[in-house]
């Protein structure tokens, strides 16, 4: 009674003549779903709001901000609507389950507090009315906001370090990778499906080969192998399915730490300076892997080693085009695209490419210093005298080595044409078994429950469509011989193997091999074709840490520039003395000469080469000298 008393002084019809706002809030969506007592108590307050003399007409119920944290206010629309209510005067009373429902932050709090006092509001709880004008509520009103600050802090405090010291030990519960279970104590094993394990062994040694995760995507598509993955939500939660591989599929598995026996917790660091403007939550940012708080090896089995897996983060962080990397092998004639460095300032050089023009050349240009504001470029220098050089030495160096070559190259292509038939025979079982399968349900249902048999029977049809075109698949790739090879090849092989160049001079080999080749051998190039003038200084530096160095000349401008051939000039020496500019051309045509980009003689040609060439002719029947009229 003393407390009703207490509360009915503190409201006047000043206050009531305003509205009343509840205010509903739960921290997650998941809390909102789960915890509907909590959800319940707070919408009852419109029910207290009536007790104390406001009418259902004047009760505002706020709810938007449900599954938002109240750790910040910027990100909550509906406490920014309660504030500006406040703010205007048109709130008589606020009422919330608790303190840590309308706020968190102290700041938030207390000016919340203080603009409540300004326009005269009551503040309200399931017990209390506070007046926040008055010394004693106020103070009261501090506490409470002070301690749900201190609260969550100390909620944190606790769930952070527990967390935390779970995740040193390596017992942390964490969504597994596709390719692993839990065992019966709570350890990481291999996925019992030796399919799954084979097909994620095949992924890792097929990046091992070709060394760009995109090419690793080609090669998967080529060959008709789908990956391993485990549904997340829905109704087959938690189930193994096969789909078309996918670059973002390909790059995960490269990337994740476990597949190479490791356990990690920590990769992502969260910046409270930047939160997401939808959520409040802070942004995460990827921490640098020598920066892991959490990293302990040899946890579990691997599909790799962790030296092959700090080996294949460095090839994938050597692909991205960076000024510090040499990026992913892409088509062109530049063959040292990405290897070659300036040897005068020590940059990064790039290739510019003539594709317009297909008897140019691409050149190797060194732009950082006019990127920087320079008024010219540091240097550059035609591409064709470069490679070709370097190729030489290339070849030069492997010379010894290419009858063990040749050996390792029959015994690679032997266990590449073994690892594609094992995935081709694990994808036939798994799709027989699933035919099978579909035809045990079929044949388990009642006959005369048509709804279901008939829906059974189509998932049974739809296995053996897809087993058939996986066999006819298998059959043709069986008889190109994709997954044998013969004498002959094995004997062609191995003689190819001992003739590089003759391997590097063949039509059948692209740039994109050749500049692989090179990579293989060469860690980088060093083009320095400013301290000597007229001259190129080329710096190769090999894998075993040797270094030469070679000095060629620079090409010349305009030497690789089309030219008209002799007899064309001739031609038209002859003709100049009795025939007119018109006449030359028309007699040049006849007899199908062509200029030096091969087109048709037209009299302007006819000109520029006589001006060239000090040659005397006319341009009309008056015998004026073309040069005169032309100047």
């Known amino acids: 009674m003393d407390l009703y008393r207490a509360e009915s002084s503190k409201i006047t019809t000043a206050h009531q003549q305003r509205q009343a706002y509840v205010y509903v809030r739960q921290s997650t969506v998941f809390q909102t779903v ?43 629309h509906g406490f920014q609507r309660l504030v500006s209510a406040v703010a ?58 002070t301690l749900s600050e201190a609260e969550l802090m100390t909620l944190r405090t606790r769930l952070f370090e527990g967390r935390w010291n779970k995740a040193r030990k390596g017992q942390l519960g964490r969504p597994l990778p596709v390719g692993y279970v839990y065992d019966a104590e709570g350890g990481w094993v291999k996925d019992p499906d030796r399919q799954v394990q084979d097909r994620l062994t095949y992924l890792f040694d097929l990046f091992r080969r070709l060394g760009v995760a995109r090419q690793v995507l080609v090669s998967l598509k080529a060959e008709q192998l789908k990956l391993p993955v485990r549904v997340w939500g829905g109704p087959g939660h938690g189930q193994l399915q096969w789909k078309e591989p996918t670059y973002s599929m390909v790059v995960r598995r490269l990337h994740n730490p476990a597949y190479a026996g490791a356990y990690v917790y920590g990769e992502w660091e969260y910046d409270g300076s930047q939160r997401s403007p939808k959520t409040g939550k802070a942004r995460a940012r990827v921490r640098a892997l020598t920066d892991w708080p959490v990293c302990i090896q040899a946890h579990h089995e691997g599909y790799i080693s962790w030296e092959a897996y700090l080996a294949n983060q460095q090839q994938l962080k050597q692909n991205n085009f960076l000024s510090t990397t040499q990026g992913a092998v892409r088509e062109g004639a530049a063959l040292l695209q990405g290897l070659v460095w300036c040897g005068y300032c020590g940059a990064k050089m790039g290739v510019n490419s003539y594709s317009v023009r297909e008897h140019r050349r691409p050149s190797y240009i060194c732009c950082h210093a006019y990127s920087e504001g320079a008024a010219h470029t540091c240097q550059s220098m035609t591409s064709k005298p470069v490679d070709e050089l370097v190729v030489s030495l290339f070849l030069a160096a492997l010379e010894p080595a290419q009858i063990k070559i040749s050996l390792q190259a029959v015994e690679q292509l032997q266990q590449d044409h073994q690892a594609l038939q094992h995935q081709w025979e694990q994808q036939l079982e798994q799709a027989r078994y699933e035919a099978q399968y579909a035809q045990r349900q079929y044949d388990a249902v009642d006959p005369n429950n048509r709804l279901v048999a008939s829906e059974l029977e189509r998932r049974w049809n739809d296995k053996l469509v897809a087993l058939q075109t996986l066999e006819n698949a298998y059959a043709a790739a069986q008889k190109q011989s994709r997954f044998t090879i013969d004498n002959q090849e094995k004997q062609a092989v191995e003689k190819l193997s001992q003739d590089l160049p003759a391997v590097w001079q063949a039509e059948t080999t692209t740039d994109i091999e050749r500049k692989q080749l090179l990579r293989y051998a060469i860690k980088e190039v060093q083009l320095d074709g400013v301290t000597t003038p007229g001259k190129i200084t080329i710096r190769v530096t090999w894998h075993s840490g040797a270094v030469t160095e070679r000095e060629i000349d620079r090409t010349k401008v305009g030497i690789w520039a089309p030219r008209t051939e002799q007899n064309v000039i001739e031609r038209i020496r002859d003709l100049a003395s009795t025939h007119t500019v018109d006449e030359i051309v028309e007699c040049l045509n006849q007899v199908g000469l062509r200029s030096a980009h091969g087109r048709t003689f037209r009299d302007y040609h006819v000109l520029y080469i006589a001006r060239r060439n000090q040659i005397t002719v006319t341009n009309s029947t008056n015998r004026l000298p073309a040069t005169l009229s032309y100047r």
């Not at 003399?53 to 750790?71: K, N, R």
């Not at 300004?118 to 409470?144: F, H, M, W």
């Open 88 to 145: 205007a005067g048109e709130v008589g009373l606020v009422l919330m389950l608790e303190a840590s429902r309308l706020s968190r932050c102290g700041s938030d709090w207390h000016r919340l507090i203080e603009l409540c006092s300004l326009s005269q509001t009551l503040i309200a709880d399931e017990q209390c009315v506070y007046d926040p004008r008055q010394p004693n509520d106020r103070l009261l009103l501090g506490v409470k906001g």
């Open 34 to 76: 789960h915890h509907r007592e909590s959800t319940e108590r707070q919408y009852n307050l419109k029910h207290r709001a009536e007790a104390l003399g406001w009418s259902a007409e004047t009760i505002v119920v706020i709810d938007e901000d449900q599954g938002q944290s109240a750790v910040s206010a910027q990100h909550r």
